[in-house]
């Protein structure tokens, strides 16, 4: 029995270590693939789409317009500078909203958004959001949060198979995420809830009011100012 217990103990040990090291490797290294690019890749082989090949090309926050960070915060996550990681009165207000059985949504922050897409597979059992949490709380620590929303800004989904700023900028402005505007960075925030469903390139009439109320919202925030602490210098001004 002891050596049972000594075998158990030793395994969650190795695998604690292989997490943080995991996690610490992504800090300074762009992931080269994630867990969801891979089952974004295998769906589209598996429907015999004639070009399932994922369009990605990771850069650093230098290379993209302050407007893009801007935009996801005022989008997704207000209060990504100040959470840990969670934003409980986020969780709180969805779970009271999905009691009502409309518009379900979760409260998940950009940190766990990162989490999900980065290290784990997509589903809703109680252990996967459990690990999530856990690989949070290991991003906030070991990563800080300038990392997060450079890895969140490059491997987020934001249309069929194209993952990150850089391509989605691309493929459809015809130019580099460090020279879109305001209203191009909200609309690529405006298709994250399902960029499967919803297309930056021919954007429906839902699409364009949500792209409005970002923009709007971008500026209710004060503009770039408001996301400076993960700013490069360069950019942080007004």
Known sequence: MKQIKWLFLKLVLSLFLLSVAWVLLYRWVAPPVTLHMVQRRAEGGAAAKPEPQIQYRFVTLEEMSPQLPLAVVASEDQRFLMHSGFDYEAIQAAFKRNQSGKNIRGGSTITQQVAKNVFL??????????????????????????????????????????????????????????????????????????????????????????????????????????VKAILPEDEKKP
């Open 121 to 226: 597979w997509h589903g809703r059992s109680y252990l996967r959001k459990g690990v999530e949490a856990y690989f949070t709380f290991l991003m906030e620590a070991l990563w800080g949060k300038k990392r997060i929303m450079e890895v969140y800004l490059n491997i987020a989904e934001m249309g069929d198979g194209v993952f990150g700023v850089e391509a989605a900028c691309q493929k459809y402005f015809k130019r580099p995420a460090k020279d879109v505007t305001r209203q191009q960075a909200a609309l690529l925030a405006a298709v994250l809830p399902n960029p499967i469903r919803y297309s930056a390139a021919r954007p429906t009439g839902f699409v364009l009011q949500r792209r409005s109320r970002i923009a709007r919202a971008m500026g209710r925030l004060g503009g770039i100012t408001y």
